[in-house]
């Protein structure tokens, strides 16, 4: 009952690359990275791809298939048609490094200008609810593959990359101000260094999610709501102009 | 001589999982110049695969937990082989680990009054486990990450180390190379911690990740470091056994700390029938009693009844449900059963268990909230390791220290579920302090360029051969060996013959061929590995060889018991020359007070 697949896969640096043809046998349950796999065992020793936990926890294998960014470990081969060559690229919104491997440190740059968690002065153990938890512990799903970066087209068409931080960052972003215990103010960070105007909420972040964390409704419309209140709110605008800046 | 970058730092730590991350951030915290270097990118490492919680006795869900029951359950569930000194360190400062991890940012999930809430695993007295749902490591990961690029840690990314430099038996930096361009660089440094994680890759059935190739282990026996408790591996009792593609992932022990039971192929509850007779007592006897603390732990009250059998000890229960299959009462994909779906409601299973859900969902279309989950032992975790002193995870080798999982001493013959995450916070902590002093306490060592150049050259020798041995053929060899002879069971005439297989398969490794360029070269990267898995999987089967017991994950069908004098020692494995010695070593002694608390019920 071997059934074969026929796969399509990028090979390849940032300056050139070709889709190369590679047959491998299908077995039941398989999913895309096992056929990268299988490829890599046995035809292809140097094809760089990333992964690691290959249960959809770690965020590593994130490409391009059929031209839909997956995570490779979780996206099962019995959903394409059988026959048929499935395509696979590597996220097109970041410079290839080789192959399906892309160079993401911008990301990282990115996360370091997110200041940190700042709990309350002298406090030995936080107390919050489970309700309170609720709300961030969404956001704190995210397992980083970035696959809601390289489909944001501020990023994708437009390259605001020293401009813009990514839906990835206003989850990061919403999950430390929506903490019930954190002290810090990240608005205008949000506003200014991240760009969050430049969002115009199309939702493409919330549909690739394989966290299924709702991006657009619960971290970007919210921290939309906060900039809008803290900046461009006319009574406060007032306020600001009789009394100085503090709000 | 070859080209290599060079770069300099006061402590390296190698490995950018729990362990790795605590020790940066704590080296950091103490003034040195501190590099974090880790294989894959980070914020991926194992960690992020943690699940089911971390262990520290709080006391917020059972107010009679403390450290003395956690140390004694750690000693328990390790058959006393444990180093007890890091077993009392761990208990004692587990709590203000996760205290800190709080402040930090981590959100666990919370109790009815606010606190951190605690669920039960196997060998815990009482609930001890600080979680988020089933995804905790990723939360201790996060959290770690996200402070750590805030406290001026150097990261490298995804680059490997291969070799300790020493000077004059002291280390003195370590070589690697850049995995994206192919590029050599030495660190030049005082101290380097070891937190690489495990051994996994050897097994064929695993849970672990690529990353999970014994680099530290087998770095440490290079430099002439001790390794300690090298028998003992642990086979988790539930991975996922179909389909094929997912064979060996990790479904929690939450699963069953959440009220899930474990049903051979007859749908009978086999554990009653496997309570060991150390823990004779201490487990329901009856299907009815173990329902009926599960009742009240899910009401948050105060169990009448003793704790179902399912929460054994890992060991314990990988061995009852390799049983059932062997003795033809197996699930039809050669498993057992776990069921949650007719104990708790779909809705409370997707919110605490939402990741086992989604798992199944997607890969094995299993919907766990209707239907029970096909599972088997998976290879998970390795209990052996560098031998560290127990205050300061030093090694044998000045200047050299582990933390986490690659150290050993910590859990003795089997861990128990949730020590791991605790393990690492506390003694990744302890390394990168420690390491840093020893840096400010000693004065630059020097790089032996020769060192460099045979590490360099050594690297390089897979591209020379003109035709060899495929990496990738010889690796699946490798796990297949060491899961058919070297696995949850073992005789002697199986570990002979997997010392003979391990020398054949050493041959063939050195032989292996590497096609394409040094960039980003996957199979040149595994050719490399080849080395490490096989000289520490011959130090798993020379020290399985030489304990003839049964104890924890170590189980010799041709010596079943456990045996008193055999419990006086841990294993030793050194290097000496080209070949590996196994040596005992007396465990130390306790002191009385903690004698006491091991013999009080």
Same mark, same amino acid.
């Given at each position: 009952?071997?059934?074969?697949?026929?796969? $399509?896969?990028?090979?390849?640096?940032?300056?050139?690359?070709?889709?190369?043809?590679?047959?491998?046998?299908?077995?039941?349950?398989?999913?895309?990275?096992?056929?990268?796999?299988?490829?890599?065992?046995?035809?292809?020793?140097?094809?760089?791809?990333?992964?690691?936990?290959?249960?959809?926890?770690?965020?590593?294998?994130?490409?391009?298939?059929?031209?839909?960014?997956? =995570?490779?470990?979780?996206?099962?081969?019995?959903?394409?048609?059988?026959?048929?060559?499935?395509?696979?690229?590597?996220? $097109?919104?970041?410079?290839?490094?080789?192959? =399906?491997?892309?160079?993401?440190?911008?990301?990282?740059?990115?996360?370091?200008?997110?200041?940190?968690?700042?709990?309350?002065?002298?406090?030995?153990?936080?107390?919050?609810?489970?309700?309170?938890?609720?709300?961030?512990?969404?956001?704190?799903?995210?397992?980083?593959?970035?696959?809601?970066?390289?489909?944001?087209?501020?990023?994708?068409?437009?390259? $605001?990359?020293?401009?813009?931080?990514?839906?990835?960052?206003?989850?990061?972003?919403?999950?430390?101000?929506?903490?019930?215990?954190?002290?810090?103010?990240?608005?205008? =960070?949000?506003?200014?260094?991240?760009?969050?105007?430049?969002?115009?909420?199309?939702?493409?972040?919330?549909?690739?999610?394989?966290?299924?964390?709702?991006?657009?409704?619960?971290?970007?419309?919210?921290?939309?709501?906060?900039?809008?209140?803290?900046?461009?709110?006319?009574?406060?605008?007032?306020?600001?102009?009789?009394?100085?800046? $503090?709000? | 001589?070859?080209?290599?970058?060079?770069?300099?730092?006061?402590?390296?730590?190698?490995?950018?999982?729990?362990?790795?991350?605590?020790?940066?951030?704590?080296?950091?915290?103490?003034?040195?110049?501190?590099?974090?270097?880790?294989?894959?990118?980070?914020?991926?490492?194992?960690?992020?695969?943690?699940?089911?919680?971390?262990?520290?006795?709080?006391?917020?869900?059972?107010?009679?937990?403390?450290?003395?029951?956690?140390?004694?359950?750690?000693?328990?569930?390790?058959?006393?082989?444990?180093?007890?000194?890091?077993?009392?360190?761990?208990?004692?400062?587990?709590?203000?680990?996760? %205290?800190?991890?709080?402040?930090?940012?981590?959100?666990?999930?919370?109790?009815?009054?606010?606190?951190?809430?605690?669920?039960?695993?196997?060998?815990?007295?009482?609930?001890?486990?600080?979680?988020?749902?089933?995804?905790?490591?990723?939360?201790?990961?996060?959290?770690?990450?996200?402070?750590?690029?805030?406290?001026?840690?150097?990261?490298?990314?995804?680059?490997?180390?291969?070799?300790?430099?020493?000077?004059?038996?002291?280390?003195?930096?370590?070589?690697?190379?850049?995995?994206?361009?192919?590029?050599?660089?030495?660190?030049?440094?005082?101290?380097?911690?070891?937190?690489?994680?495990?051994?996994?890759?050897?097994?064929?059935?695993?849970?672990?990740?690529?990353?999970?190739?014994?680099?530290?282990?087998?770095?440490?026996?290079?430099?002439?470091?001790?390794?300690?408790?090298?028998?003992?591996?642990?086979?988790?009792?539930?991975?996922?056994?179909?389909?094929?593609?997912?064979?060996?992932?990790?479904?929690?022990?939450?699963?069953?700390?959440?009220?899930?039971?474990?049903?051979?192929?007859?749908?009978?509850?086999?554990?009653?029938?496997?309570?060991?007779?150390?823990?004779?007592?201490?487990?329901?006897?009856?299907?009815?009693?173990?329902?009926?603390?599960?009742?009240?732990?899910?009401?948050?009250?105060?169990?009448?009844?003793?704790?179902?059998?399912?929460?054994?000890?890992?060991?314990?229960?990988?061995?009852?449900?390799?049983?059932?299959?062997?003795?033809?009462?197996?699930?039809?994909?050669?498993?057992?059963?776990?069921?949650?779906?007719?104990?708790?409601?779909?809705?409370?299973?997707?919110?605490?268990?939402?990741?086992?859900?989604?798992?199944?969902?997607?890969?094995?279309?299993?919907?766990?909230?209707?239907?029970?989950?096909?599972?088997?032992?998976?290879?998970?975790?390795?209990?052996?390791?560098?031998?560290?002193?127990?205050?300061?995870?030093?090694?044998?080798?000045?200047?050299?220290?582990?933390?986490?999982?690659?150290?050993?001493?910590?859990?003795?013959?089997?861990?128990?579920?949730?020590?791991?995450?605790?393990?690492?916070?506390?003694?990744?902590?302890?390394?990168?302090?420690?390491?840093?002093?020893?840096?400010?306490?000693?004065?630059?060592?020097?790089?032996?360029?020769?060192?460099?150049?045979?590490?360099?050259?050594?690297?390089?020798?897979?591209?020379?051969?003109?035709?060899?041995?495929?990496?990738?053929?010889?690796?699946?060899?490798?796990?297949?060996?060491?899961?058919?002879?070297?696995?949850?069971?073992?005789?002697?005439?199986?570990?002979?013959?997997?010392?003979?297989?391990?020398?054949?398969? %050493?041959?063939?490794?050195? %032989?292996?061929?590497?096609?394409?360029?040094?960039?980003?070269?996957?199979?040149?990267?595994?050719?490399?590995?080849?080395?490490?898995?096989?000289?520490?999987?011959?130090?798993?089967?020379?020290?399985?060889?030489?304990?003839?017991?049964?104890?924890?994950?170590?189980? %010799?069908?041709?010596?079943?018991?456990?045996?008193?004098?055999?419990?006086?020692?841990?294993?030793?494995?050194?290097?000496?020359?080209?070949?590996?010695?196994?040596?005992?070593?007396?465990?130390?002694?306790?002191?009385?007070?903690?004698?006491?608390?091991?013999?009080?019920?």
């Amino acid at each position: 009952m071997t059934t074969t697949a026929h796969l $399509k896969i990028f090979r390849g640096d940032a300056q050139q690359g070709v889709m190369v043809d590679y047959q491998v046998p299908v077995a039941p349950g398989m999913v895309v990275l096992d056929a990268v796999h299988a490829v890599q065992a046995t035809q292809a020793p140097d094809l760089a791809v990333r992964w690691n936990c290959k249960a959809g926890k770690c965020g590593s294998c994130g490409g391009e298939v059929n031209g839909k960014p997956r =995570l490779m470990c979780m996206d099962r081969m019995d959903k394409y048609p059988a026959g048929e060559p499935i395509t696979i690229r590597p996220l $097109k919104t970041f410079p290839v490094i080789k192959d =399906l491997a892309t160079d993401v440190s911008w990301n990282y740059s990115v996360n370091k200008s997110v200041p940190a968690f700042q709990p309350p002065p002298g406090q030995d153990e936080l107390n919050f609810s489970q309700a309170e938890a609720d709300r961030v512990q969404e956001f704190r799903k995210c397992i980083e593959c970035f696959l809601c970066q390289n489909v944001c087209h501020v990023l994708r068409e437009h390259e $605001k990359y020293d401009d813009f931080g990514g839906p990835r960052f206003f989850v990061r972003v919403a999950g430390l101000e929506m903490h019930p215990q954190d002290q810090a103010d990240r608005t205008g =960070l949000v506003k200014d260094d991240l760009g969050l105007g430049y969002c115009n909420i199309t939702k493409c972040c919330t549909e690739v999610c394989p966290e299924s964390i709702a991006i657009t409704d619960n971290a970007i419309i919210p921290l939309k709501e906060r900039v809008a209140d803290r900046f461009y709110d006319p009574l406060r605008a007032l306020w600001r102009l009789l009394f100085g800046s $503090k709000s | 001589m070859s080209k290599y970058q060079t770069v300099d730092y006061d402590v390296v730590v190698v490995g950018a999982g729990g362990a790795g991350l605590r020790a940066a951030i704590e080296a950091s915290a103490e003034g040195a110049k501190t590099a974090l270097v880790c294989k894959s990118l980070l914020g991926k490492a194992h960690t992020v695969m943690a699940e089911g919680g971390v262990a520290a006795a709080l006391a917020n869900v059972e107010s009679r937990d403390s450290w003395q029951t956690h140390f004694r359950d750690t000693m328990k569930g390790g058959k006393f082989l444990n180093q007890w000194r890091m077993a009392q360190i761990h208990a004692q400062e587990a709590p203000e680990r996760v %205290r800190e991890l709080e402040r930090w940012g981590a959100v666990f999930d919370r109790t009815g009054d606010g606190r951190i809430l605690q669920r039960n695993f196997g060998g815990h007295t009482y609930p001890r486990l600080a979680h988020v749902g089933d995804r905790t490591g990723l939360e201790i990961i996060r959290t770690l990450q996200d402070k750590g690029v805030h406290d001026g840690i150097d990261v490298f990314m995804e680059c490997t180390i291969r070799r300790i430099l020493l000077d004059d038996g002291r280390v003195a930096g370590c070589f690697g190379y850049h995995r994206e361009s192919g590029r050599f660089v030495v660190f030049q440094t005082k101290a380097v911690v070891l937190a690489t994680g495990g051994i996994g890759r050897c097994w064929q059935i695993s849970s672990n990740s690529w990353e999970y190739t014994a680099d530290g282990h087998a770095m440490a026996l290079w430099a002439g470091a001790d390794l300690i408790d090298m028998e003992f591996v642990q086979f988790h009792p539930t991975g996922m056994v179909w389909p094929p593609s997912v064979q060996g992932t990790l479904i929690t022990e939450g699963v069953r700390g959440e009220g899930g039971v474990l049903l051979n192929g007859n749908r009978e509850r086999f554990m009653f029938r496997y309570i060991p007779e150390m823990f004779q007592g201490e487990f329901a006897e009856t299907e009815d009693e173990a329902t009926r603390w599960i009742t009240a732990v899910v009401a948050g009250q105060r169990p009448d009844a003793r704790r179902p059998p399912e929460l054994l000890t890992r060991d314990v229960v990988a061995r009852a449900i390799r049983r059932e299959v062997r003795e033809g009462r197996g699930s039809p994909h050669g498993g057992v059963f776990l069921d949650i779906a007719s104990r708790r409601t779909p809705d409370v299973i997707k919110k605490k268990l939402p990741s086992m859900y989604h798992q199944f969902k997607e890969l094995a279309d299993v919907d766990i909230t209707r239907e029970p989950m096909e599972v088997g032992p998976t290879c998970h975790y390795m209990m052996g390791g560098v031998r560290v002193h127990s205050e300061t995870q030093e090694s044998t080798v000045p200047g050299l220290f582990a933390a986490g999982e690659v150290a050993g001493g910590m859990h003795g013959s089997n861990r128990l579920g949730g020590n791991s995450l605790s393990d690492l916070l506390v003694f990744g902590k302890r390394a990168g302090e420690h390491a840093a002093h020893f840096a400010r306490s000693h004065s630059a060592a020097t790089i032996d360029e020769r060192q460099v150049n045979a590490a360099a050259a050594e690297a390089l020798a897979a591209f020379d051969s003109a035709q060899g041995e495929n990496p990738y053929a010889v690796h699946e060899e490798l796990r297949a060996l060491m899961q058919t002879y070297v696995g949850i069971v073992r005789t002697e005439e199986d570990l002979q013959h997997a010392l003979e297989q391990l020398q054949s398969l %050493r041959q063939r490794a050195a %032989r292996a061929k590497v096609g394409g360029n040094i960039q980003y070269n996957p199979g040149w990267h595994l050719a490399l590995d080849l080395k490490n898995m096989i000289d520490i999987s011959e130090a798993v089967t020379r020290a399985a060889l030489v304990r003839q017991e049964s104890r924890g994950a170590h189980t %010799r069908e041709d010596y079943p018991d456990t045996s008193a004098e055999w419990g006086k020692y841990n294993l030793i494995v050194r290097q000496s020359g080209a070949t590996l010695t196994v040596d005992k070593s007396s465990l130390p002694e306790m002191p009385d007070e903690l004698k006491q608390l091991l013999k009080s019920e």
